[in-house]
T-cell receptor, first 115, second 111 residues
Framework: AQSVAQPEDQVNVAEGNPLTVKCTYS??????LFWYVQYPNRGLQFLLK??????LVKGSYGFEAEFNKSQTSFHLKKPSALVSDSALYFC?????????????FGTGTRLLVSP | DAEITQSPRHKITETGRQVTLACHQT?????MFWYRQDLGHGLRLIHY???????NKGEVSDGYSVSRSNTEDLPLTLESAASSQTSVYFC??????????FGQGTRLTVV
């Protein structure tokens, strides 16, 4: 069965510093990987995805993520954090080579960027 | 612009009542999903549908039902609301692309 782990409940970083939000996954086939962001009292917004191709994926708001097949990881990164990046971040995975469309989410990581 | 909307945004109901949460999307997506979000659990899949007249159970489907009579709507019904169903509920849809699009959520409180 598919699963996603986000080992950190919260990540704290100072504005201007680089940030990393960690995600590891488990699937039996090839993965489709996603990052979503949730601001307070809002739905989830799509940030970026990995389907195939380059291991470094660029997304919205200056975020990027690196797919590492050997480590089964898909960490979210940003070179310079903004206070406005403070939100809840979810990693999700779906198997690509089956007809099953289910998206499985991690438990979320709260990012807090201090001024 | 196409969108996905949920209603109501907030709902308070009593234990044992039947409650229906609405989800409407204008993308003409075939795939629609209902998730609940709880602290420490992230998002868990309740039910999903791949098209009209198709419905499937997710990992936490007990006490919930859905119906899909058209492409645009996937209402979620709590047959007899329980306090354990107090949560934030999110509807999502996905078309041919890989990513899903989420509604704004419905905060349900069962008292």
């Amino acid at each position: 069965a598919q699963s996603v782990a986000q080992p950190e409940d919260q990540v704290n970083v100072a504005e201007g510093n680089p940030l990393t939000v960690k995600c590891t996954y488990s699937v039996s086939g090839n993965p489709y990987l996603f990052w979503y962001v949730q601001y307070p009292n809002r739905g989830l917004q799509f940030l970026l995805k990995y389907i195939t191709g380059d291991n470094l994926v660029k997304g919205s708001y200056g975020f990027e993520a690196e797919f590492n097949k050997s480590q089964t990881s898909f960490h979210l990164k940003k070179p310079s954090a903004l206070v406005s990046d403070s939100a809840l971040y979810f990693c999700a995975v779906r198997e690509s080579n089956t007809g099953f469309q289910k998206l499985v989410f991690g438990t979320g990581t709260r990012l807090l960027v201090s001024p | 612009d196409a969108e996905i909307t949920q209603s109501p945004r907030h709902k308070i109901t009593e234990t044992g009542r039947q409650v229906t949460l609405a989800c409407h999307q204008t993308w003409n997506h075939n795939n629609m999903f209902w998730y609940r979000q709880d602290l420490g659990h992230g998002l868990r899949l309740i039910h999903y549908s791949y098209g009209v007249q198709d419905t499937n159970k997710g990992e936490v489907s007990d006490g919930y039902s859905v119906s899909r009579s058209n492409t645009e709507d996937l209402p979620l019904t709590l047959e007899s609301a329980a306090s354990s169903q107090t949560s934030v509920y999110f509807c999502a849809s996905r078309g041919q692309g890989s990513e899903a699009f989420f509604g704004q959520g419905t905060r349900l409180t069962v008292v």
